[in-house]
């Protein structure tokens, strides 16, 4: 087979060509410090890498979302931290109220202190972030939730919060509702409250009560009625008597699993209500201890109704406590979730990062040896053809 002087200068540039070609690559690849130039390079590896890239966009709006919510659910906290410190205070004051040696003016004082801890708790509930928004408005951040109305407190916000998510399938809600955490405090214990009778005329105080057998309550709401020979009933709504026996100062009174006991000297007709147990804002509260340390006391019967009421704002106060350590336990754990998604996703960073350098990061050595070895062929065909280019017959003549 004969080849022409043409074809065959014709593969030799075009071997050039090729090995020009494979040395831009690899200097290009060299200068960008990556293997994938174009997907069409490594289509597999392309995918893979495209894949990564996508779950770090994802990482960092998901490291994003959690540091704005750590911070949010800090403030939450620290304003929960400070409410519990004021209904703390106020419990205080409501013990020194219920000193009976405590002549108008002193209550007075007492009375107006709180009056100052209920300023300082709406200015609480209406706290902000630094971004402006209100930490207990629910979701609608935009508007002051707590505004008083006359003698009331209102909550304009509302019971929905904002799921935030800090990592792949994981949300976390971004608050507690205002609503939730101030305006629904379980009344008394939880279970029942105990009142005196707004009517009553002698001087009989009740204590907190226990409930002593769960399953024989039966949740319905009665009444202590003390009868005129000294004796005690208890009443259903249906006036209907349940329970009875003779009253004592201090002794137990008990029916339906439950007992209670009244110290002092009721008058006849006087009477212990036993109200299942519903909701109470902490405004309200503290509004009936300013009103109790407010109220005469000039009789012994206005003492013992001033007594009821304090020990019920006593227990009620207890309860607020109870809640707002219950919504700080609360949001510790939601701060918990997000220090742990952030800790995942810091070492599945490290993973995928590892993962894709070793996709397309550039083995330097490699390549540098590479190019050389390009180099030095395509210098070797150079000077080939550069040689071959400048023979004749004349040559071998």
């Known amino acids: 087979m004969r080849i022409s002087t043409a074809g065959f200068m014709q593969g030799q540039v075009e071997s050039m060509s090729r090995l020009q070609t494979e040395v831009q690559r690899t200097q290009s690849q060299v200068s960008a410090g990556t293997r994938l130039l174009d997907p069409a390079d490594d289509p597999a590896a392309a995918a893979r890498v495209q894949e990564h890239e996508r779950w770090m966009l994802a990482a960092d709006q998901q490291q994003r979302n959690g540091d704005l919510l750590g911070s ?44 100052q801890r209920a300023e300082q708790l709406m200015l609480i509930t209406n706290r902000r972030s630094p971004s402006g928004e209100y930490l ?86 009665y009444r202590v009625l003390i009868m005129a020979n000294g004796a005690w009933e208890a009443r259903d709504t249906a006036d209907a008597v349940v329970a009875s026996g003779p009253y004592a100062s201090g002794s137990a009174i008990e029916f339906k699993g439950f007992r209670l006991s009244i110290t002092g000297a009721p008058a006849a007709g006087d009477q212990f209500h036993i109200d299942p147990s519903g909701t109470e804002s902490l405004f309200a509260t503290i509004d009936r201890l300013v009103a109790a340390l407010e109220s005469p006391i000039t009789t012994a019967a206005q003492r013992a109704a001033t007594a009821n009421e304090t020990n019920a704002v006593m227990a009620q106060l207890g309860q607020g406590l109870e809640h707002m350590s219950s919504a700080r336990a609360v949001l510790g754990s939601r701060l918990l979730a997000v220090d742990d998604a952030a ?23 490699e390549a540098l040896t590479r190019l050389n070895m390009q180099l030095t062929a395509l210098q070797a065909a150079q000077q080939s053809v550069a040689r071959l280019g400048r023979m004749s017959l004349f040559d071998y003549l």
Do not use: C, H
């Open 343 to 365: 800790s995942s996703r810091a070492m599945l960073r490290d993973d995928v990062t590892a993962s894709l350098s070793g996709l397309r990061d550039l083995d330097y050595a």
């Open 136 to 221: 207990f408005a629910g979701a609608g951040t935009g508007a002051e939730p707590f505004n008083r109305q006359g003698a009331t407190v209102q909550y304009s916000g509302d019971d929905l919060s904002r799921l935030v998510e800090v990592a792949p399938g994981q949300r976390i809600a971004d608050g507690i509702s205002g609503a939730d955490l101030f305006m629904r405090i379980s009344a008394g214990n939880g279970v029942f409250s105990i009142r005196g009778g707004a009517g009553n005329t002698g001087t009989g105080v009740a204590g907190a009560g226990t409930l002593v057998d769960p399953a024989a309550w039966d949740g319905a709401p």
């Open 72 to 115: 949010r659910l800090s403030l939450q906290e620290s304003a929960l931290a400070d409410a519990t410190d004021l209904l703390q205070r106020v419990r205080e004051l409501a013990v020194q109220g219920g000193n009976g040696a405590l002549d108008t003016s002193a209550r007075k004082l007492l009375a107006a202190e709180v009056r």
